[in-house]
């Protein structure tokens, strides 16, 4: 995005393998140099759906002892001395006026803050998710309490600090005493293309990612579905709930359990660009929120993706005055229910009426990538020592 302001760009990254996932999203890079540092001694695999299937496999087998550990159950902090070096190199090359780095993985917040007191460039720690502190999402207690004197002191020479999220913004000026700025992840212009919506007569609900159980609740639906199955018996060829993300034992059992699988559709994994098409086709789109109150301030990228699509957004959580619900009620994006007769009540209105209208693209225009790092860059420069 920068790039098209006008500046000058390169990225230092660390080698992509199967086991960080799919890796089908592809955009134009030209005019900006990428440096990738291999960190691994195993040959780097192909994006592919079988490749990164297989390792979310493994990593639903280790999901909890990974998180229990936080930052330091992370194999990407062996990149530490590659990213360091290459850093180091093209620091000496060329001058750099910033540094920008973001996180998660941490190993980024530590090579920025070295590069920074080597090479005297400032450096800005954006924090694109909450694994600090008091945001204890599936950590051990141990995990949770070094997290935050690590980030503390991770970010201590850091020029300026962004947040994702307001809930994140808040708990980071009240955990480090400083200022921190705002930049939503938005969703890009250049995917949201005109999709006709399906032609089977068949309403359909998209989600799109994964569901993480016992954080994300989509019972409250089954329930919906389940009820309106005994009162409308051709049901299954009216309405249509499609998950597409990797195939999840526990989503599967969920819909097995409450008797909807003629209503439900486990599409599996779909490439980035046929998920956004999905989502452009569908009636609307489901939005899970956190259940957990200590979740607060994780805003995934999902919910701008499905801004940007302009269809309605269906979102189930346990309380009305989240930061995802105040985003998508201020965006006239859609409604956040919180019972299964909000949510039987709804489905039975989508049935009766058409297709909703898309969104007004002024509604959401404000969220777009190319807004939100627009609005970044011109919050930081001004910032900036000297």
Known sequence: MWRDLGHE???????????????DLERDLAGIEVHEVGYLPVRRAAASERGAARWEAVKALTRRARFALGS???????????????????????????????????VIFLVARR??????????????????HDMVLYRSRLAAALAGPLNRWLVSNAALLVAVSRGLQTRLQRYLGREVLLSFNGFLEEDQR????TADGIRHIAYTG?????????????????????????????????????????????VERHGVAECVA????????????????ADALLFLDWMDVGAEGMMTGKLFEY???????LALGPR???????????????????????????????????????????????????????ELLGAILPRLPG
């Open 9 to 23: 760009v390169e990225v230092l990254t660390f080698a992509k393998h199967a086991l960080d996932g799919a890796m």
């Open 72 to 106: 330091f159950g992370d194999v990407r902090l062996f990149a530490y001395r590659g990213l360091l070096r290459k850093g180091l190199r093209r620091c000496a090359e060329r001058r750099f006026d910033l540094i920008v780095a973001t996180s998660p993985p941490d």
């Open 115 to 132: 590069l920074s007191q080597r090479m005297g460039v400032p450096w800005v720690a954006d924090f694109r998710d909450a694994w600090f």
């Open 194 to 197: 005109d999709v006709a919506p």
């Open 210 to 254: 994964r569901v993480y159980p016992g954080k994300q609740d989509p019972e409250p639906l089954l329930r919906a579905l389940a009820a309106l199955r005994r009162e409308i018996r051709d049901l299954p060829r009216r309405l249509s709930i499609d998950f597409y993300g990797f195939d999840d034992p526990a989503l599967r059992s969920l």
């Open 266 to 281: 486990l599409r599996g994994f779909v490439p980035y660009r046929e998920s956004i098409a999905a989502q452009r086709a």
């Open 307 to 313: 801004l940007g699509s302009r269809r309605p957004i």
């Open 320 to 374: 009305k005055d989240s930061e995802a619900a105040r985003l998508i009620a201020g965006a006239g994006a859609g409604i956040l229910l919180t019972s299964d007769s909000e949510v039987v009540d709804y489905l039975r209105k989508l049935l009766a009426s058409p297709r909703p209208a898309d969104l007004p693209a002024q509604a959401i225009a404000r969220f777009s990538r190319e807004r939100q790092a627009a």
